[in-house]
């Protein structure tokens, strides 16, 4: 594995207060930076004070969206020790990114140390409050001096590193979803599967439409049919019908989220199956109308567990839970952050200590 240099930051900046934070606002004093070359591999693999990149301005992440990313978090825990959860898979799922993008894959190993070495340099910056967090987003993209349209032969790998405020500042609150007509955000064979900044690309104007319409977010259909539930913007989705948890499977246009995979984890080792199979909008129109839609919710770093309160599908207004939080999300809701924050045992081996705060 190769060495990771470290330069200090010779003006490191004042840190705000942990009631100020909001998301991806502030950075901290350092990130880390790799470069890929054809014929020589990742190398130069280094910390270096937090500031602007060089690129040149033919690069094909600019002009043709080659780039991939990670959003991954460490947390403060109630023992005053900084951890991880679950790096390893964020990495594996990069490197399934990169084979899709035609992106050279990295190290998976090497790019744990990176985050570990990097929390720990700017370990200052891991905001303490409750509910709060150090998002952590590497991310690739491709730089070469060419516009032809083709895989590059040079690489940034970077790591930036952001406090973050409560996803919930009063509390855990079910959110108003928008199942999605219209546009689609991936089909089968293609990237929907990989996070890589195309996708976002393609969701935003389904999302501004929603919000004007007073939705959160967007609930996005398969991109064929129209008809099967996929996923969230930036999270996957369960439902609990008539007692039994299910979620859509991964067909290869889902994101395979690892809230999601551990979610079901979990479940499943509280006794709780989970089916993974295709669901219709028309199915869980019909369990709200039979009133047994009785729980929905959306899993991903940023929010964790994430109720569902209302799906409105064209004129069908679904609502779920009678604005409560439902018994399976709070569970796993309470499960997960505590894990993350060290309250409950971690007898899953999930997290990665970096060091105390
Ligand atoms: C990142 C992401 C998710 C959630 O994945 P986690 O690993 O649980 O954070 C879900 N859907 C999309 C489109 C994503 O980009």
Redesign the pocket.
């Known amino acids: 594995m190769q060495e990771i240099s470290v330069t200090k930051n010779p003006n490191p900046k004042a840190r705000p207060t942990d009631a100020k934070l909001g998301f991806g606002k502030i950075f901290t004093d350092h990130m880390f930076v790799m470069n890929y070359t054809t014929g020589q591999g990742w190398h130069d693999a280094r910390i270096v004070p937090y500031g602007p990149i060089s690129l040149s301005p033919a690069s094909s992440c600019l002009h043709y969206g080659q780039t991939v990313?990670?959003?991954?978090k460490a947390y403060y825990g109630v023992d005053g020790t900084i951890r991880l959860f679950r790096p390893d898979?964020?990495f594996k799922?990069l490197n399934s990114s990169n084979q899709r993008l035609a992106i050279p894959p990295v190290d998976e190993e090497l790019c744990v140390e990176a985050v570990k070495k990097l929390v720990e340099i700017d370990k200052d910056w891991v905001p303490r409050w409750e509910g709060t967090s150090l998002y952590i987003r590497p991310f690739i993209v491709a730089n070469d001096d060419f516009l032809g349209v083709k895989a590059a032969d040079e690489y940034y790998f970077i790591i930036i590193i952001s406090p973050s405020g409560a996803y919930y500042e009063s509390g855990l609150a079910p959110v108003r979803i928008y199942v999605e007509n219209q546009y689609v955000?991936a089909v089968r064979g293609g990237t929907?599967a990989a996070?890589t900044g195309g996708?976002?690309a393609a969701?935003l104007l389904a999302q501004v439409e929603a919000h004007e319409q007073g939705y959160s977010q967007v609930l996005w259909l398969d991109g064929v049919e129209r008809k099967y539930i996929e996923?969230?913007?930036?999270?996957?989705v369960f439902f609990v019908v008539d007692g039994q948890v299910i979620t859509p499977a991964l067909t290869g246009s889902?994101?395979?989220?690892?809230?999601?995979?551990?979610s079901i984890e979990l479940l499943q080792a509280w006794g709780i199956p989970v089916k993974e199979r295709r669901i219709t909008a028309q199915e869980l129109a019909e369990a709200s109308d039979a009133g047994k839609l009785e729980e929905a919710f959306?899993?991903?770093?940023?929010a964790v567990v994430s109720p569902i309160g209302e799906l409105k599908w064209g004129d069908k207004v679904m609502n779920i839970g009678g604005g409560k939080i439902g018994l399976i999300t709070q569970r796993l809701y309470d499960a997960m952050t505590g894990i993350q924050y060290g309250r409950i045992p971690d007898e899953h081996h999930w997290t990665v200590e970096v060091c105390k705060g």
Do not use: D, H, Q, W
């Open positions: 990313f990670e959003g991954m898979e964020n799922r955000r929907g996070k996708n976002y969701s996923e969230v913007g930036a999270m996957n889902i994101l395979p989220g690892i809230t999601r995979k551990s959306g899993t991903g770093t940023a």
